[in-house]
């Protein structure tokens, strides 16, 4: 179930990062390598009938 609701969202929202930012790649070394900046990605609207999101 949770494949199915991440390929939805991802099939119907266009996906981007705030403007003026770069995407940075650098890790944090621990246990396990995490990003050292989280990302952060702004939802758009992908169709335009929006009852297809509700």
């Known amino acids: 179930m949770l494949m199915i ?3 939805s969202l ?3 929202f ?3 990062i705030p403007k003026g930012e770069k995407h940075d790649l ?3 070394f621990s246990i396990a390598l ?3 900046k989280p990302l952060i ?3 758009s ?3 335009k009938d929006v009852s297809l999101y509700m």
């Open 14 to 16: 266009d996906w981007s």
């Open 34 to 36: 995490k990003k050292r």
């Open 5 to 7: 609701i991440l390929a």
């Open 10 to 12: 991802l099939h119907s």
């Open 26 to 28: 650098t890790e944090m």
């Open 41 to 43: 990605a702004i939802p």
């Open 45 to 47: 609207q992908r169709l």
